[in-house]
């Protein structure tokens, strides 16, 4: 029999708002879960594959199992996808069925099935440019992260050689950037219009203040998840180096001359002022799920 954890939080995360920076330290202080990306894949399939499960309830058991720490509390990193988000909530609420056959079927319900007294945050970056800009990159470099030491998540990775990136400049794509730009934002509408439906407002983290208060925002998030004696615990280093650098400066310049140039619209309005209005907001309101 496996041991439900005391408690459970997910840092729902697009693509390079430092998502691997913010999970890694909180992994490293032991007592925060092991957040990794237990859920993404390509489809749930996939899912069950990577965690060696059959079942919906296998699947439950064994999240229990790898992504909490000794305290009882587990951690994950969701990259939400809205379609196979679907597959796996479908998932979860089968396990929920068998429990309780003649409930109504609630994503919300199922969700906390998997994971008790789950607490939300909310990754995003102010400057959607220099996201979309950075996706490219990766994308085209193919380095992804600049791990400082061997025991990441991610493990250790070579870095890239300067020569090997003497070309990458030539690599700018405006309708890519721009495409990557649109795909963040709808993202994140997905993953806000999910926590509204369970009438949640998220802890929002973001990649800016990360990057430049680094332990003062790792431990408003601790806090935030009611880790005990979260003001006393050291905050480890950061475990990867920044990737950013003069290429990513002259692709977003050049990216907002060519958007001005061609009059094009980057991204969904709706999807900019849902991120505007909600980091405006008191992002310390974010509660539990109902």
């Given at each position: ?6 408690q459970?939080y997910?840092l729902?995360f ?12 909180l ?12 859920l993404?894949?390509?489809?749930a399939a996939?899912v069950?594959?990577?965690l060696g499960?059959a079942?919906a ?9 790898v992504?909490?720490?000794s305290?009882?509390?587990l ?8 379609k ?8 979860m ?15 919300d319900?199922?969700?906390r ?6 607490r939300h945050?909310?990754l995003t970056r102010r400057?959607?440019?220099r ?7 990766a ?7 600049r ?9 250790m990775?070579e ?5 090997s990136?003497?070309?990458l ?12 730009l ?6 994140e ?5 999910q926590l509204?439906?369970?009438a ?7 990649y ?13 998030v ?7 004696d979260?003001r ?12 950013a650098?003069?290429?990513n ?19 969904p309005?709706s999807a ?7 980091l405006h907001?008191?992002s310390?309101?974010?509660?539990e799920?109902?």
């Amino acid at each position: 029999m496996v041991t439900p954890p005391e408690q459970s939080y997910v840092l729902w995360f697009t693509q390079r708002v430092g998502s691997s920076l913010l999970a890694q330290a909180l992994e490293d202080t032991g007592v925060a879960g092991r957040p990794r990306e237990w859920l993404n894949a390509a489809n749930a399939a996939e899912v069950m594959k990577k965690l060696g499960v059959a079942t919906a309830q296998e699947l439950r058991h064994q999240l229990w199992r790898v992504a909490t720490t000794s305290n009882g509390v587990l951690g994950i990193k969701y990259g939400m996808v809205p379609k196979l988000h679907e597959e796996l909530i479908d998932l979860m609420a089968s396990v929920e069925r068998e429990a309780a056959p003649n409930e109504k079927d609630r994503s919300d319900g199922a969700w906390r099935g998997f994971f008790p007294n789950c607490r939300h945050c909310f990754l995003t970056r102010r400057d959607k440019v220099r996201l979309a800009v950075s996706w490219w990159r990766a994308i085209k470099s193919e380095e992804w992260h600049r791990p400082n030491r061997s025991d990441t998540s991610v493990g250790m990775v070579e870095p890239k050689l300067p020569g090997s990136l003497g070309s990458l400049i030539e690599k700018y794509d405006f309708h890519a950037i721009r495409h990557l730009l649109g795909q963040c934002c709808a993202r994140e509408d997905a993953i806000h219009r999910q926590l509204d439906a369970w009438a949640i407002e998220p802890f929002a983290i973001v990649y800016e203040d990360l990057v430049g208060s680094f332990e003062a925002t790792v431990r408003s998030v601790l806090e935030f998840l009611r880790v005990p004696d979260a003001r006393a615990l050291t905050i480890p280093q950061p475990a990867f180096e920044a990737l950013a650098d003069e290429i990513n400066d002259a692709w977003s310049e050049r990216f907002l001359a060519d958007r001005r140039r061609l009059g094009a619209l980057p991204e969904p309005p709706s999807a900019a002022a849902a991120t505007t209005t909600r980091l405006h907001g008191n992002s310390r309101s974010s509660m539990e799920s109902p």
